[in-house]
Structures are given as C-alpha cells and as structure tokens.
C-alpha cells in the first residue's frame, strides 16, 4: 500500500484493497487513511469520507487524517462546517510549522472569510506571530501573510492589511 501511495497510483491501490478488511491489521488506521486518500483523489466521496473516518476513529490523534477527511468534506461533499471542524482538528493536533497545519489554518480561514467569521479566522492565524514566519517554509510563509491580510481587510484594518500582502509579495518574489 505505502509504495502505491507514494508514486500516486491511486487507482492501482483501490484496485488491490477496495475490498480489503483492515480491521484487524497492525496499523488499520493507516490503512484507511491511504484507501481513503485513494478514493480522495478518484473523487469518490461516500467511500472516501468512509475510510478516513474510520482512521480519525482508529487514530484520532493523527492530524494528517483529519487534514484528509477535511479535504474530503470540502472539496467533495461540500460541507464546510465538517471541513472546518477537521481543519481546526488537523491543526491542533500538529503543534509545528510544517506544510500540513499551515494548509490546514489557510484552508479554515478560507472558510471562515467566505461566512464573514473574522474573527475567528484571526483566532487561527495567531499561531503564526511575526517572530515564527522564519520557521514556516517560504511556500506557506506567503500563504500565511496573505491570509492575515485578507483577514485584516475582511476587518476594515487596511494599514496592516497592506503591510501583510506587502510582506507576502517580498516572500513570494523568492519562491
């Protein structure tokens, strides 16, 4: 399953274990969660949604699973209450400045925004203090900054939001 996984061959890797019981393997939970990434990327929702609730149940301390069963109820079931609730789950779990909870703090945001919840979506991004941006890597570094920028203008703070998407475009430029 992990070489399948790695090379993207989501099909090959449904084809082998659609009807696999992981149950009562050694690490079911992981196993659900690459069945139900495959399904994620073949845009198979019922069975995605599925097996990555599964995983969150077997492992619910795993954010990379929430992060993917988020994904699951954005982009496909398109229930944004889910996603955020899984978003938040994601990042909560994974106290670091990896791709994975900023994506998942990018993405809540987004949501939040778009239910004109700013607040909120300021809540999430405080993680991110002006003496932790060096720690995320530039890529999510200028997602970040943006975020906080849309946020501050979705707040009638123009000043600073005009400061973060100026920091954003200087980050960005080196990417």
Not at 8 to 21: A, K, S, T
Not at 63 to 77: I, K, M, P, Q, R
Not at 79 to 86: C, H, I, K, W, Y
């Amino acid at each position: 399953m992990r070489e399948l996984s790695k090379n993207d061959r989501w099909m090959g890797l449904i084809e082998e274990f659609e009807n696999e019981d992981f149950s009562a393997w050694p690490e079911a939970a992981e196993a659900f969660h690459m069945r139900g990434v495959g399904y994620l990327h073949l845009k198979d929702a019922p069975k995605a949604e599925r097996d990555l609730k599964e995983a969150v149940e077997r492992d619910p301390e795993e954010g990379f699973f929430w992060y993917n069963l988020a994904e699951t109820c954005h982009a496909l079931l398109k229930d944004d209450a889910r996603a955020l609730d899984a978003y938040r789950k994601a990042f909560e779990l994974e106290d670091n400045f990896g791709w994975m909870p900023a994506a998942a703090a990018v993405k809540a945001v987004n949501i939040l925004l778009y239910q004109v919840r700013n607040d909120e979506a300021l809540d999430i991004l405080r993680r991110y203090r002006d003496e932790d941006m060096e720690k995320l890597p530039p890529y999510w570094r200028f997602h970040i900054l943006r975020a906080y920028a849309r946020t501050y203008a979705a707040q009638g703070r123009e000043a600073e939001a005009r400061v973060k998407f100026r920091q954003a475009l200087i980050v960005e430029s080196t990417v």
